[in-house]
């Protein structure tokens, strides 16, 4: 994102997600997001890859955060103040299981933060995860609460990170613990809102 | 893991304090509920005295051990003082797998040998954790009911290539110990089971067993000559078991055969041994002193094992030219080869890949922890593995005010990580890039402190106006004393700031206000319901890489040599300092040029002092203080602490 940021960069929706008009959201009715998340340019987010046999690629122009009651497959689930850097591709994960290859949901919690270029393809990312930047996230991996990926680490398919860790590498072991104090609001871990404020200004 | 610019550390005080002496803490908590200042004249506050002279060298190599990120801190609110993971004692709450997320109860941890008893493994290959898959599915057939095998998702590993598979999807790591064991350790599991019952005693071993170890050993070692008979689990065991019994046979104390190792082998018992030899000469004879009672069947001196079943192993003859031709052939290579990290964790006899086993998830623990020097509890979690939630949390950020840096940049982005503005950065003229500061350009940065006490703070901060190090930035506070409101309800600011909630946001992060406001001495930048920002103004010094003065050259090596930090005859150890420097390294005069690790980084170190009242506690200790002042039921508290300020990493050149 340039300093000078062109007049509206984002889109603002009712419940103030700041989308902006240069990511690329595919299958919006498959995709929910909880309210005052961002998604920044560049960002891929995969929502047509939701779980039926046939991956369809409807692309009927709807709302961003329109969640469809009619179908109720729903690709991809983001929380309330999250965070999705430049170049972030969100997919939801896939398995192949009885000879069928299918996708699952993505679901990703409150003031997550997806570093720039991180790769999610995770089952399920808690609240206040932090993702750091070029992470690769495998396919049905879980992220616990609080958990903290390291920039560049490779969290292997199937892989859950328990709260609190810290993991980092490739693969991704467990290399420390976050502190007591992590997440508390304007603190390390807890700078979800400060961030989403300054967002469009 | 070290933070993107700007940061702040907090420096714990038990750096300065080495031994934690009980008499001398509670001495030190003493005089810090003393309210009054004419009581400064007690024999610890000159201790105090003698601390505040220093300046706090964020590049000392004893920092690293005191500079914590704020949210590692915890309060301890009986000494009323910061603790670091250092100054605390850690009690395991429960222990968890960090795969499956169950847990493990304490009684079977030992036995489980502190990893995941279900079906949780890690990749022998790469570590990664393995998934449970049945070899049907890969096919395409239809039933569930089949062979499954254990597979790395990331190196695509299967225990196929080691040739198991198992039966069941559950329990697989019972299933792979009765594998591994009974392809090598065969029936002998069964001596060693009796090996280590607690009757058996080292004689009845001895003549039990050798005729049917000779049988075992011939029919073992014609089969499988790399691995004996035992597997080394039960080696060990069995040789624990033996040399327990060798020293409870020979030491003189007769002591309980079926205590553990250190209790018949302690220095006691060894000491007794040493004495008897001075004391009493004449009993010679009694220094090995069990050979009275059984002279026949004990050996007088400990012996070692001979046996199998004591875990002895004889390799077989050609058993490592068999090593070394395996490896020299085709289809090993070094591709076949187990690499030293792969091998650390495996049996010691593991040398090739085919050799490795999956490893079973070694499990986690929650751990509450205590205050050292009171043994207050400072934080417990919840039982529960996946619980996140905590029955005590006393973190240091309910109570000393939070420090959040920022540049005062004409732009939006002083909320988001620096990594992602950096690289946008460069280009634009008003940002400051903290990565690369230019020298000598003055850059004004925005302090901010967040209380999170219920009560009103006073702040005083200090800063030397000099960074200390080679690299010389001068540092202004303008506005060093300030108020910092209560930590009082939401809704207050909520209604305050309803009228013009978009003025106050940007006045905070600096966007609206660097166009209309101008930093002045003396006055704060911004304040809030609970927070107060105050302006830093920073000129970064230049590198040495431009000017070399000799007494820059003195203050570094001064400052890398351990010792000579924190005593006051510098004259003295500098010379010592400089000689030897000049000694090792050969290339002084590129050294003096040569930029340290780190030392570009502009790091400010700032003295915080806060005072407040706080309610008085029901406390033994405070009746003295609330006889003393006793007009509001209102102490009056003080806590000061040392802080670094990341501020950036300095340019080389000289920009204009």
Redesign the interface.
């Known amino acids: 994102m340039p300093p000078k940021v062109a007049k509206g960069e984002y889109i603002e929706t009712d419940t103030g997600n700041k989308i902006s008009r240069r990511s690329q959201i595919h299958g919006t009715q498959h995709i929910i997001l909880g309210g005052k998340t961002v998604i920044q340019a560049e960002a891929v987010i995969r929502g047509d890859l939701y779980r039926t046999s046939t991956s369809s690629t409807s692309a009927s122009s709807g709302d961003q955060q329109q969640s469809v009651s009619s179908t109720p497959s729903v690709a991809i689930t983001i929380g309330r103040y999250s965070y999705i850097s430049k170049q972030a591709v969100l997919r939801p994960p896939s398995r192949l299981h009885r000879g069928v290859h299918s996708f699952y949901p993505l679901k990703i919690g409150d003031h997550v933060f997806i570093g720039e270029r991180a790769v999610v393809e995770a089952a399920s990312v808690g609240n206040h995860v932090h993702v750091g930047r070029d992470a690769v996230i495998g396919s049905m991996a879980i992220l616990k609460d609080f958990a903290y990926v390291l920039d560049g680490a490779v969290v292997a398919p199937g892989m859950v990170v328990p709260s609190w860790c810290v993991v980092g590498g490739a693969p991704a072991r467990i290399v420390g613990e976050v502190g007591e104090g992590y997440g508390v609001e304007g603190a390390e871990g807890g700078m979800a809102r400060e961030r989403y404020r300054l967002v469009g200004r | 893991?070290s933070?993107p610019f700007p940061y702040a550390y907090i420096s714990c005080p038990c750096a300065d304090t080495p031994v934690p002496d009980p008499a001398r803490k509670r001495r030190s908590r003493e005089t810090s509920h003393k309210t009054n200042p004419e009581d400064s004249n007690l024999p610890v506050a000159q201790d105090y005295d003698f601390e505040d002279e220093r300046t706090f060298d964020p590049r000392s190599p004893r920092s690293n051990f005191s500079l914590?990120?704020?949210?590692?801190?915890?309060y301890c609110e009986d000494c009323h003082q910061i603790k670091c993971p250092r100054c605390i004692t850690e009690e395991i709450v429960c222990w968890?797998c960090?795969?499956?997320?169950f847990e493990t109860p304490s009684s079977m941890v030992r036995s489980e040998g502190n990893r995941c008893a279900r079906n949780c493994f890690n990749?022998p290959i790469?570590?990664?954790?393995l998934?449970v898959t049945t070899l049907e599915?890969v096919t395409?057939g239809?039933s569930?009911q089949g062979p499954w095998v254990l597979s790395?998702?990331?190196?695509m590993w299967t225990t196929l290539d080691i040739g198991i598979k198992f039966e069941k999807p559950t329990n697989i790591r019972t299933q792979l110990s009765k594998m591994t064991d009974s392809s090598r350790g065969r029936q002998m599991s069964k001596t060693f089971g009796d090996l280590k019952s607690p009757l058996s005693t080292y004689s009845s071993i001895d003549d039990q067993f050798p005729p049917n170890e000779n049988k075992g050993d011939e029919s073992n070692l014609p089969t499988d000559q790399s691995s004996g008979p035992l597997n080394p689990e039960a080696r060990f065991q069995a040789l624990k078991g033996f040399y327990k019994n060798q020293i409870a046979a020979t030491s003189s104390s007769p002591t309980d055969p079926l205590a553990d190792f250190g209790a018949g082998f302690s220095s006691p018992g060894a000491l007794n041994r040493i004495m008897s030899l001075y004391t009493s000469s004449s009993r010679l004879g009694n220094l090995y002193g069990g050979a009275n009672k059984k002279p026949k069947s004990r050996p007088p001196v400990m012996r070692e094992a001979l046996v199998a079943s004591e875990g002895l192993r004889v390799p077989a003859p050609d058993a490592e030219n068999a090593l070394i031709r395996r490896m020299a052939s085709d289809d090993c290579g070094w591709d076949g080869m187990a690499s030293i990290e792969q091998r650390t964790f495996q049996s010691p006899d593991a040398r090739f890949v085919e050799d490795l086993l999956p490893l079973p998830v070694l499990l986690?623990t929650k751990r509450s922890?205590r205050c050292k020097s009171c043994k207050h509890i400072l934080?417990k979690p919840e039982f529960k593995?996946?619980s996140?939630r905590?029955r005590i949390?006393l973190?240091?950020?309910s109570y000393i005010p939070?420090p959040?840096l920022k540049p005062l940049i004409p732009?939006?982005?002083?909320?988001?990580?620096p990594?992602?503005v950096a690289p946008?950065?460069t280009?634009?003229a008003?940002?400051p890039n903290l990565d690369a500061l230019s020298p000598l350009k003055t850059v004004q940065l925005l302090l901010t402190l967040?209380n999170h006490m219920f009560d009103a703070v006073r702040v005083t901060l200090a800063t030397p106006s000099v960074t200390p190090g080679r690299v010389a930035s001068k540092v202004t506070i303008l506005c060093p004393q300030f108020d910092i409101g209560a930590n009082s309800d939401v809704w207050d600011e909520a209604l305050q700031g309803s009228t013009a909630p978009g003025d106050q946001?940007?006045s905070r992060?600096g966007?609206l206000g660097s166009t209309e406001k101008v930093a002045e001495a003396g006055k704060v930048w911004d304040k809030g319901r609970n927070w107060t920002t105050v302006v830093l103004e920073v000129v970064p010094g230049t590198l040495p890489g431009g000017a070399t003065k000799r007494h820059r050259v003195k203050q570094q090596d001064n400052r890398d040599d351990d010792d000579s930090d924190d005593d006051d005859e510098d004259e003295d150890s500098n010379a010592d300092v400089n000689a030897n420097t000049l000694d090792w390294s050969g290339q002084t005069k590129d050294h003096s040029q040569q930029l340290q690790p780190d030392e570009d980084v502009l790091e400010i170190p700032v003295f915080v002092r806060m005072e407040w009242d706080s309610e008085n506690q029901i406390d033994q200790e405070q009746s003295v203080g609330k006889g003393q002042n006793s007009e509001q039921n209102t102490v009056k508290r003080e806590l000061a602490y040392w802080m670094v300020l990341g501020v950036g990493r300095i340019s080389p050149e000289v920009s204009l």
């Open positions: 893991m933070r914590y990120p704020p949210e590692q801190l915890l968890y960090p795969n499956c997320l990749c790469c570590t990664a954790p998934a599915n395409g239809g569930q790395c998702g990331y190196c986690r922890k934080v593995p996946q996140t905590f949390r973190i240091a950020l939070l959040t732009s939006s982005f002083a909320g988001l990580p990594s992602s946008a950065v280009g634009a008003a940002v967040k946001r940007a992060s966007t």
